[in-house]
């Protein structure tokens, strides 16, 4: 049976993680990226001749394994594979960063010998079987490195997460510049501070039709990470350069010809997430005489760099290029050199928008940033600059922030279609902009703040509900007209209305009104279009079978058919399916694309079963409970009458202050002949019977379950598979997601409810009758006081 997907990489994780010991993160997430570097090459080109990638005799991870136990494994693995391996394929300086004998980082003697057994023993699983890895559409490797390579991100600390772009703003990023339209290998994208390289392989994973790759890194451990990582995620025509790219950049016009050439090569596309405010960015170079005329619209600051890697990759683009760089805010609004050079980079045109992030997303800081959305082939003609402003759409994940699926979704959908959406988007006037003194930062053209409640004061002093509050819900009110009605009436003074029902019916007068029950009929029937239009999908799953592109089929048709939902966003609806995806289902179908429909209780939970086939049942042993539990609840009640002090039964406590069967039985016993006793021993029968007549009970609803498990496990082994796609699509799938949008249909009835009870009560007591009532309560006091001989004055 195939393992959960989830399973394995948490378990993966939890494994390199306990055998980690006193080594920081950032350091042993190079050993374990070179064992799943040397699990994936073995499994992928071990024994195939002219394969891409050679793996020598002898040197292969089956031959690691063999190293289990051996004194000297430390030093065989870096010799007899790690060495052999970089020689053969020219991965010198790359999988050999990490020395597998050094005894500072893994122990010495017996100590580093059962800690890389152990860790080798992580990998030496038959879940683990990289041999199809992008079979069907599925990519075990790419997803196992995404999950190891935030968890060592998280646990990096703020100083050494700087290797890794979360994959959410990478897509983002992605999508955003297009790079889905690139046509092939002919089309290239670039990264000058590419880190370990997730950012370019998200990038390039949204380009369908392939695309050549270029990035440069100065840090030698990161970037010997990212060509690794780009083998192991089947990119090998890649080009990665270790060097600096401000100092030294390495990509230039024609660099094998004429080495001295001083044009800088050019790109389709570039993403970067540069190091923020590099204080050290001009190490190296004098940028006032820079060889590649890279800051010719204006020096950045010596102590900041950020616009020294805006202007790099602008001038790596194509005439025709587009680019996505995440900066921090600062760079939106900073004065001085830097606003100058924003001023000329509007002027030309060459920014097409600007998205502002949540806080607290990147791994190397805390502080809000934005992506810059750069495109030069629109720019002369370019009269504005879209802006979102995404600060507010996010998720906590453990100690960091997380764009979820409808962030993302959002965001690229309000700039792919240039959506203006109130308090999140809108097109940006060059004039408007110019009027701000060239100032870009977004709150001075989105006020994404929610509008301030604010209090009436002639309601407080004369009651009423104030009716442009009312006209607020105006959205409800266009899905419900009559409703407004049934819930106001005028006021005895203009513009004040008064509640027509009690405010313990608001709720109530809602959910009966007919176009309240209308409403949640065409909800509801939304949802049953999507599922007539993408269960025959569902059924048709099998061996085979492509998750990736399902949930993506089922999570755009989704999207499709809430666009036309009044009062609910179609983005809510879409996060619950691509959250119960990653929660459950996608384990589900990986089960079934791997097995088949197969009858287990990982893909059919015994309660599915149980209710569809064995209710009966079920309600009995629900009615054998709840005998018992009127029994126990007796028994609890005359224990806690009668156990306390000179209660009949304290002296059957037993010495921890319980009271047993055999507790009672040996208090009977004492006064069985005792004439004065009669009441005493008239009670400890009763609640001898009550603990009988619990233990019959209990041994019931024992039985009962008993048949019932036998009963399910029975019919696991004969189930059909058109039974086991009932119950898993309708009964486990369709149900669970059908719960989902009921939610999003309390949610909106749950919004007008308590927003009308607010105002009801808020304005209930007007200030002069609160003044009266003041004044009857002062006087009760003052009488109370009275009465108990305390003058009043």
Not at 561 to 590: C, G, N, R, T
Request: glycine share 6%.
């Amino acid at each position: 049976m195939a393992i959960k997907k989830s399973e394995l990489y948490s378990s993966l994780w939890k494994s390199c993680d306990e055998l980690r010991g006193g080594m920081d993160a950032s350091q042993y997430k190079d050993y374990v990226l070179v064992l799943l570097f040397i699990k994936y090459v073995s499994d992928k080109y071990a024994g195939q001749p002219r394969s891409l990638i050679e793996v020598p005799k002898g040197s292969s991870f089956a031959d690691m394994v063999l190293l289990k136990g051996d004194k000297e494994i430390g030093d065989k693995i870096n010799k007899q594979i790690i060495a052999k391996i970089a020689e053969a394929n020219n991965l010198k300086g790359i999988i050999d960063v990490a020395d597998f004998n050094d005894a500072d980082k893994l122990g010495k003697g017996k100590e580093m010998q059962d800690r890389l057994s152990n860790l080798v023993s992580i990998f030496d699983t038959p879940a683990l079987d990289f041999r199809r890895n992008r079979a069907e559409g599925d990519d075990l490797l790419g997803d196992a490195y995404e999950y190891l390579m935030r968890h060592f991100a998280t646990e990096s600390g703020k100083s050494k997460g700087q290797f890794y772009t979360p994959s959410e703003v990478s897509r983002v990023m992605a999508k955003v510049i297009g790079i889905n339209k690139a046509q092939g290998r002919s089309e290239t994208i670039y990264d000058p501070t590419c880190g370990s390289g997730s950012l370019l392989l998200k990038a390039a994973d949204e380009a369908t039709n392939g695309i050549t790759i270029y990035g440069q890194e100065m840090d030698n451990a990161t970037y010997a990470l990212a060509c690794m990582n780009m083998i192991l995620h089947g990119h090998e025509a890649y080009d990665i350069w270790h060097d600096n790219s401000l100092s030294r950049p390495y990509f230039k016009q024609d660099i094998k010809n004429d080495p001295s050439d001083h044009n800088l090569k050019t790109f389709d596309f570039a993403v970067a997430n540069p190091p923020f405010s590099n204080k050290a960015w001009s190490n190296g170079f004098d940028p006032e005489h820079d060889l590649y005329q890279r800051f010719a619209l204006g020096v950045p600051p010596l102590k900041n760099g950020d616009y020294a890697f805006l202007l790099h990759i602008i001038c790596s683009l194509k005439s025709t290029g587009k680019g996505a760089v995440i900066l921090p805010h600062g760079v939106l609004f900073r004065g001085n050199s830097e606003a100058e050079i924003r001023q000329k980079i509007i002027r030309r045109g060459y920014i097409k928008g600007i998205i502002g992030l949540p806080p607290n997303l990147f791994y190397g800081t805390g502080i809000p940033a934005c992506i810059i959305v750069l495109d030069k082939e629109n720019a002369t003609s370019r009269t504005g600059i879209f802006m979102i402003d995404a600060s507010k759409g996010f998720m906590k994940d453990g100690n960091k922030n997380r764009l979820r699926h409808q962030d993302i979704h959002k965001i690229v959908d309000a700039f792919t279609r240039q959506l203006e959406l109130p308090r999140y988007s809108r097109m940006v006037s060059i004039s408007e902009i110019e009027a701000n003194d060239y100032n870009l930062n977004i709150p001075r053209y989105i006020d994404s703040t929610e509008p301030e409640d604010l209090h009436d004061i002639t309601a407080h002093l004369l009651g009423g509900i104030p009716e442009h509050d009312i006209e607020a819900l105006s959205d409800y009110w266009q899905v419900f007209p009559t409703l407004k009605q049934r819930l106001f009436a005028s006021g005895p003074r203009a513009s004040y209305s008064e509640l027509c029902v009690d405010s313990s019916q608001i709720k109530p007068t809602i959910f009966s009104h007919p176009e309240f029950v209308a409403y949640t009929q065409t909800v509801t029937s939304l949802f049953e279009q999507w599922k007539a239009c993408n269960t025959p999908a569902l059924k048709q799953l099998g061996v085979g079978s492509r998750p990736k592109a399902l949930i993506e089929q089922l999570s755009e048709d989704i999207l499709r058919v809430f666009a036309v939902a009044q009062l609910i966003d179609k983005y809510d609806v879409y996060q619950h399916l691509m959250s119960y995806w990653s929660d459950v289902m996608q384990d589900d179908v990986y089960m079934i694309a791997q097995d088949g429909w197969q009858a287990n209780e990982d893909l059919i939970p015994r309660q599915l079963i149980v209710k569809r086939y064995f209710a009966a049942e079920q309600q009995h042993i629900e009615q054998l409970e709840a005998a018992k539990d009127e029994i126990t609840r007796r028994l609890e009640e005359l224990k806690e009458e009668h156990s306390g002090e000179d209660g009949l039964l304290e002296e059957a406590k037993t010495e921890k202050g319980t009271i047993t069967k055999n507790s009672i039985n040996a208090r009977l016993r004492d006064i069985m002949t005792d004439p004065e006793a009669m009441d005493e021993r008239m009670m400890l029968n009763t609640c001898l019977d009550l603990i009988n007549q619990e233990a019959e009970a209990s041994k019931k609803v024992r039985t009962a379950q008993k048949a019932l498990d036998a009963k399910v496990d029975a019919k696991y082994k004969v189930l059909s598979e058109d039974e086991i796609k009932t119950l898993v699509v309708d009964d486990k799938w369709l149900a669970s997601l059908s719960a989902d949008v009921q939610t999003e249909l309390n949610r909106v009835s749950q919004a007008l409810t308590g927003r009308i009870k607010e105002l009801a009560e808020r304005y209930e007591t007007p200030l002069p009758k609160l003044s009266e009532e003041v004044e009857v309560l002062s006087e009760k006091v003052h009488q109370h006081l009275q009465r108990m001989g305390f003058a009043w004055s």
